[in-house]
């Protein structure tokens, strides 16, 4: 129920820091961001305090939390927080007493923010709190006022925030914030109240103090005595951007500070409502106060010109962020002889202007998002050698621009340059030698560009042998080339390199050989199986891997012992089946009397990772089963690598081959149950053979003559008798009609199509002969069913003539079924009743009859 919020409690974590260490305003370029803790899981329980409802997480080492929307009606008092990091957020608490942090008085810092319901704090309640550094009090809509005294105690306290609160006078505030009360205080943060306008003495109870950094960031404040802030003599940084004030109402303020002696070095405007031209009255006393760090972003200046800035040599810092110029001349930054830092994003520029290129000390240049890649309505320009003056160039960005191609010619003259940003530039053609100028580059974005190489990593990084984070995230890639191609070759100083987001399905042993000082490889959100050969063998340095989101299920021997190495690996959303990891040769590794994981540490897995098979492993998470003996002995049996494979292979080779072999055998049964059954389902109409498979309408031959050798003799005497006489029927017999040089099996195929009956002469030796049973068994299937001109079917294009008995033993099914099916005409020896049989032969060999006409004879 609490978990969303109480991680977003738990992500603000040392975020006033930000304000004294790195501001938005004049953080430096960084070559690599720190890494955000992983909050996925739930802080632990530090208890519950019983008497006020509260609930308590965190850890006692750094940082701690306190809520209850469902009670937590006061502060906590016996809940024993020792870590330096408090909040409290999320309760039912309307009023907070002096006492209710005496026992946390160790705290550094300390948060009480979104309690919707407090209204009041008392004096004297941080008291005790001297060693408290930051303190914020934001986010508390229902809290409008403070009483006075209420920061007696916090002597050590620099750092103040008050934003998002229900308070519209400043006195209020500041009257608790005298030098005697706060005597350290640098920052004040008043950002998201209502204040409206601000008074001559609103701040005069600061008067000497040591303030440093006042924001009123979006107050609403559109009037401001030109007195106000005369008594802040140590101010530094200020921050007015988001109010409605006049440009003019503006110079006179600043007017006021600069004849006060106030050194003010940030100055942040952004937002102001400034529209067509720069206000060059306030610019012209901006300049005279030395200011170094000036944001007039989303402001509106149709023109940059010479003539648009004084001459500002102090100034280092310039942001102007989404001013949508129309044009910007060539002279337009000449006055800025010593500008180290220019933001120039989501301005709709089609290329760098020329104007920038005059800034030879620019260290951090930002233009992304001019021409975004995601419309493609125009490209962003790199212009040729355009760079060859900016030596001293450290950071470019030019994210989310349109580039499609990168030159040879695009970063000439970038010999320093440390940090290069080409995230979604929808690059897709990297040319040769095009990072050849940048010998200095640490950092290189390339993520989410379609590189067009084949699939594989561009080879164009080996000129690039100092850089050390390399992000190729989501540029669809595939392949990884090895040898003199490896893309990774030259990199030996790489600690970073981000391949997640892409379509590798396997990562080869040599692909990552190169990187001898590799720290972090992310390969998250790929397609990557299980791997059986090490890929992290060679590379000594590294701790951390990310193969989260993938498609592993088992952990190899191989994985086992990349993994040994780390410190973290990074498996979520991989299923993983625990069940015998590892082949004959991990024997040695887990034997009863030899048992010594390779992985020590037991946080290696981060999140922790639970098996999801088999049932008996259920909530056992993936590092209990790898470290623990009795589960890698109860589960794994020990058998010879590939034999998980050649099982199944060889069982299913075996079932094919008694299968063949019961065919093979069985041949003809199968044959004759395939005849029945087209017999029965064509008798019932269920099947009915296409008009276009009868064969042919005028034939060539009345009939064809399947015998064997052995009764040639008989054959010849046939031939003569029904070819000599009348009515002169025409036979076809292999000896005499089939082709020389032709296949046999095609010959007989084609002589049955070609022949209007089949005469089949059955002896014993027939019976006996292969060549015979195959004509047999043709003859069957090619002409069972015969449909004449009126669509009828008939069954008499099989004659039988039965020449000598025949042993039941040399039978086939068909030849059975024939002889019991069909009428036959029998042979006889008695020269009397040979002419009866001749009569008889050429009667069948005459016009079809109907099917329901066929009787036994």
């Not at 949508?324 to 180290?340: G, H, M, V, Y």
């Not at 780390?566 to 959303?573: A, E, G, K, R, Y």
């Not at 290696?604 to 470290?627: G, H």
């Not at 008989?714 to 020389?740: G, S």
Request: net charge neutral; with cysteine; hydrophobic share 40%.
């Amino acid at each position: 129920m609490h978990f969303l919020w109480l991680l977003l409690a738990f992500s603000s974590f040392n975020l006033s820091n930000c304000y004294e260490e790195c501001d938005e305003d004049i953080c430096p370029p960084v070559v690599i961001r720190q890494q955000i803790p992983n909050l996925e899981q739930l802080p632990p329980l530090l208890g519950e305090d019983k008497a006020t409802g509260c609930l308590c997480r965190g850890f006692n080492d750094t940082r701690s939390v306190c809520f209850g929307r469902s009670g937590c009606t006061r502060m906590p008092k016996f809940m024993k927080i020792q870590s330096p990091w408090f909040k409290l957020t999320n309760t039912h608490i309307t009023k907070l007493l002096p006492g209710d942090f005496d026992q946390i008085e160790h705290l550094r810092d300390l948060q009480i923010e979104g309690n919707y319901e407090l209204e009041f704090m008392s004096p004297g309640l941080f008291q005790n709190l001297s060693s408290l550094v930051n303190l914020s009090i934001s986010f508390n809509t229902k809290l409008k006022t403070l009483s006075p005294d209420t920061f007696t105690g916090l002597t050590a306290l620099r750092r103040l925030f008050l934003k998002k609160n229900g308070f519209d006078t400043i006195h209020d505030i500041t009257i608790n914030l005298k030098p005697s009360m706060v005597p350290n205080i640098k920052t004040l943060i008043l950002d998201w109240n209502s204040f409206a306008a601000i008074q001559s003495n609103d701040f005069l109870p600061m008067t000497n103090s040591t303030l440093q950094e006042l924001s009123l960031i979006f107050c609403r404040i559109d009037n401001i005595d030109q007195e106000a802030f005369v008594p802040l003599k140590n101010l530094r940084a200020l921050r007015l951007g988001e109010n409605t004030i006049s440009s003019d109402q503006l110079s006179d303020l600043f007017e006021r500070m600069f004849e006060a002696n106030i050194d003010l070095k940030v100055l942040n405007l952004f937002y102001m409502g400034f529209k067509k031209y720069v206000p060059k009255r306030m610019m012209e006393v901006i300049a005279k106060m030395n200011v170094s760090h000036l944001n007039l972003s989303r402001n509106r200046f149709e023109v940059l010109k010479n003539e648009s800035f004084p001459y500002m040599p102090n100034l280092e810092y310039l942001d102007l962020r989404e001013i949508l110029p129309s044009n910007i001349s060539e002279d337009a930054f000449l006055n800025f002889p010593n500008l180290k830092t220019l933001l120039l994003s989501a301005n709709k520029l089609t290329s760098i202007p020329k104007a920038v290129f005059v800034l030879q000390n620019l260290i951090y240049l930002d233009a992304q998002e001019n021409s975004p890649a995601v419309n493609n309505e125009y490209y962003f320009r790199l212009q040729y050698e355009q760079f060859s003056n900016m030596k001293k160039l450290v950071y470019l960005n030019i994210n989310f621009n349109g580039l499609s191609h990168l030159f040879n010619t695009s970063f000439v003259g970038l010999t320093h340059l440390e940090v290069l940003e080409l995230k979604n530039c929808s690059v897709f053609h990297i040319e040769n030698n095009t990072f050849l100028p940048l010998e200095n580059l640490k950092m290189l974005n390339l993520a989410n560009n379609y590189l067009l190489h084949d699939d594989t990593i561009p080879n164009v990084f080996w000129s690039l042998t100092k850089l050390e984070v390399l992000l190729l995230g989501g540029c669809k890639l595939k392949y990884i080339s090895s040898g003199p191609s490896n893309p990774f070759r030259n990199l030996k100083n790489l600690k970073y390199l981000g391949l997640d987001k892409n379509f590798f399905t396997a990562i080869s042993p040599t692909d990552f050989l190169p990187l001898k000082s590799i720290i972090q490889i992310d390969l998250s959100s790929n397609l990557l199986n299980s791997w059986e050969h090490r890929i992290l063998s060679s590379n000594e340095n590294i701790t951390k891997l990310i193969v989260s989101r993938n498609k592993i299920s088992d952990i190899t021997l191989a994985m086992y012992q990349d993994f040994s190495r780390l410190n973290s690996v990074d498996l979520d959303q991989n299923v993983i089946h625990c069940s015998c990891f590892f082949t004959y040769e991990a024997y040695r590794t887990f034997t009863k009397d030899n048992y010594s994981p390779g992985i020590k540490n037991g946080s290696v897995f981060q999140p922790p990772l639970e098996c999801t098979y088999p049932d008996s492993l259920d909530n056992v998470t993936l590092m209990d089963y790898l470290t623990r003996k009795e589960y890698a002995e109860s589960i794994c049996v020990l058998v010879p690598e590939g034999v998980y494979l050649f099982l199944p292979l060889s069982i299913i080779a075996i079932l094919l081959s008694i299968l063949a072999g019961l065919a093979f055998y069985y041949r003809w049964h199968i044959k004759y149950w395939i005849f029945l059954s087209k017999l029965y389902l064509s008798r019932k109409g269920k099947i009915r053979p296409k008009r276009e498979k009868t064969g042919y309408t005028n034939y060539e031959y009345d009939a064809f003559v399947s015998y064997s050798n052995e009764d040639r003799d008989f054959v010849v005497k046939m031939v003569t008798m029904l070819e000599n006489n009348e009515p002169f029927f025409r036979l076809c017999v292999y000896e005499r009609d089939f082709q020389i040089g032709t296949i046999i099996s095609e010959s007989i195929l084609e002589s049955v199509a070609k022949s209007r009956k089949t005469l089949l002469v059955i002896s014993d030796n027939y019976a006996k002969s292969q060549w015979c049973r195959w004509e047999s068994q043709i003859c069957d299937h090619h002409r069972l069913f015969f449909e004449n001109e009126d669509g009828e079917y008939v069954d008499d294009s099989l004659i039988l003539i039965k020449l000598t008995s025949v042993s039941e033993h040399h039978l086939t099914p068909t030849l059975k079924y024939l002889l019991k099916t069909r009428i036959y005409l029998q042979w006889e020896f008695d020269e009397g009743k040979q002419r009866t049989f001749w009569d008889r032969l050429r009667n069948t060999l005459g016009p079809t009859r109907l099917l329901s006409e066929v009787t036994r004879m």
